[in-house]
């Protein structure tokens, strides 16, 4: 059975950072794109960031990019999402997935093992 552990959320204020964790259990880990969705209050979830098996490709939202950046860890089956100059439209419940297959997606489609996620709230 696969098992993804968010960690690392909290109260951060504006231009802060954070780094998300999220271990994973169940399958070869390494063997598995991994991403990054959030769901803020009010909203659909949307897409963050995803890297490849390999961490070789990574993609990500407009909104982050250039501020964010995930990288996997396959010794460990964790994969990370460091957070920096965070805004309070960053604000939301972040989930981690396990991908379907070895390259990365923006699609949620693409994605069936889902963390429980962790709240990320960032203070003006």
């Known amino acids: 059975q696969v098992q993804l552990v968010e960690s690392g959320g909290g109260l951060v204020q504006a231009g802060g950072s954070l780094r998300l964790s999220c271990a994973a259990t169940?399958?070869?880990?390494?063997?598995?794109?991994m991403g990054w969705f959030r769901q803020g209050p009010g909203k659909e979830r949307e897409f963050v960031a995803a890297i490849s098996w390999s961490g070789s490709t990574t993609y990500y939202a407009d909104s982050v990019k250039g501020r964010f950046t995930i990288s996997r860890d396959n010794a460990k089956n964790t994969v990370y999402l460091q957070m920096n100059s965070l805004k309070p439209a960053d604000t939301a419940v972040y989930y981690c997935a396990q991908g379907n297959y070895a390259l990365a997606s923006m699609s949620e489609l693409e994605y069936t093992y889902w963390g429980q996620g962790t709240q990320v709230t960032v203070s003006s």
């Open positions: 169940g399958r070869p880990f390494s063997q598995y794109s």
